[in-house]
DNA sequence: GTCTATACACCGATAGAC
DNA sequence: GTCTATCGGTGTATAGAC
C-alpha cells in the first residue's frame, strides 16, 4: 500500500503500475495478484485508506472545539482545503473520477461517508440541516481545491480565499457574525 | 476529428485509442500519424475545438443584451454550467488534468483566453476588476459543475443551486439587486 | 499459500515498402 | 498518404515450482 501510494505520487495516479508497485516490494507483478484482486481492488483499498486518513486528521483538527458557527466552518474549510491540495494524487482519487472505470466499492465508501456525516452533524449544530445548504458547502470548497490544484499548483491563489468564501457562504446561510456586537 | 469525439463520448476521453479512431475513418491507426504527431496532439486539437464551440456558444446567448448586472451574471453562469454538464468527456478536457501528461498547447490555449477576456470584460462592466474576484467566480461555477457530473450525472442537485450561488456572489461583490426598489 | 514464469491482447509509436 | 510489420510497454490470467 504505501510503496502503491509513493508511485502514484511521483508517477501520477493513473501512471501507477503493477510492475513498478511489485519492484518496490521486491515482487513480480502477478504475485501481488495474491493480495489484490485487480489493480482497480489496489485503488479501491487506496481510496478507503486516503479517506480513513482524512477522517483522523479532521477529528485530530478540533474544530468542534472552537466558538463561534464561522470559527468552526472556517477551520473545518482549512482543514480539508490544506489536505486536498498536500497531495494531488490522493485527492484525485478521493474527489475526482481520473481513473477509467474506476469506481469504491460499498466498503470502502464507509469512511467517506463518514466524514460527510460528521461535516452533516457540524452544520446541524448550527440548525443548517437542509440538503441542498450541504450540497452548496461541498461544492464551493470542491471548487477552491480544484482550481488551485489545475491552475496554480504550489502556490496560494485560491488557498487566499478559502476564509472570504466560508464568510459568503455563512452569509447566505444566514448565520449571525460569530462576534454579536459587530456588524457586516 | 469528430471520429474523436464520438469514441470520447462514448468510451470515456481517456479510453480513447488511434486505432479505434482510425478504424472509423477507414484507417489504420498508424496513418493518423500523417495527420497528427501523436495522440497528445489530437487531444491538444479537440481542446481548442471544445474552447472554440464555446467561444461561439457563450456569444450567441446574448447575455450582454440584458439588463441588470445579476441578470447577466445568471445567464452567463447557467450558460457555462450547462455547456459543461452536457459532455463529460469534453468537460474533463477542457477544465480538468485528466489525461495523464497532457498540458494544451499556447495555440489550443488561444479560445480558452479568449473566454476568459470576455467573462473577464463582463465582470468589468460591473466595476469588478480585482483578478481576485474573477478567480473566486469561476472556482464557485466551476465546483458546482464538478459536483453535478461527480456525483449526480444526469441529475439536477447542483444545477439547481446556479442562480442562488450567483446571487451569493453578487452580493459578496457588493453588487446591487438589478431591481432598486427591491431589497435583499 | 506464495511466488515465478510465461503468455495473451491491447496500447502508442516507429520503420520502411508501395 | 497509407499500408504492414514490429517494438516495448501495459493489465491480466494461469500453470506450476517451492
Do not use: C
Amino acid at each position: 500500500m504505501s510503496a502503491a501510494w509513493a508511485v502514484a505520487r511521483e508517477q501520477g495516479l493513473a501512471q501507477l503500475t503493477l510492475r513498478e508497485v511489485a519492484a518496490r516490494v521486491g515482487m513480480r507483478a502477478p504475485s501481488l495478484y495474491t493480495h489484490f484482486a485487480s489493480k482497480h481492488a489496489i485503488y479501491d483499498a487506496m481510496f478507503a485508506d486516503a479517506w480513513t486518513q482524512y477522517l483522523e486528521v479532521d477529528e485530530a483538527a478540533g474544530a468542534d472545539e472552537l466558538v463561534g458557527a464561522r470559527a468552526v466552518l472556517r477551520h473545518s474549510a482549512r482543514t480539508f482545503f490544506d489536505f486536498a491540495v498536500a497531495d494531488l494524487a490522493r485527492h484525485q482519487l478521493m474527489n475526482q473520477r481520473t481513473i477509467p472505470g474506476f469506481e469504491p466499492s460499498a466498503e470502502a465508501y464507509g469512511p467517506a461517508v463518514a466524514v460527510l456525516d460528521r461535516f452533516r452533524s457540524q452544520l446541524a449544530g448550527f440548525g443548517i440541516t437542509n440538503e441542498e445548504d450541504v450540497a452548496l458547502a461541498t461544492a464551493i470548497i470542491g471548487g477552491l481545491v480544484d482550481q488551485q490544484l489545475a491552475n496554480d499548483p504550489g502556490g496560494d491563489r485560491w488557498s487566499r480565499l478559502v476564509d472570504r468564501v466560508v464568510d459568503m457562504l455563512a452569509d447566505n446561510l444566514g448565520l449571525p457574525p460569530d462576534n454579536p456586537e459587530e456588524t457586516s
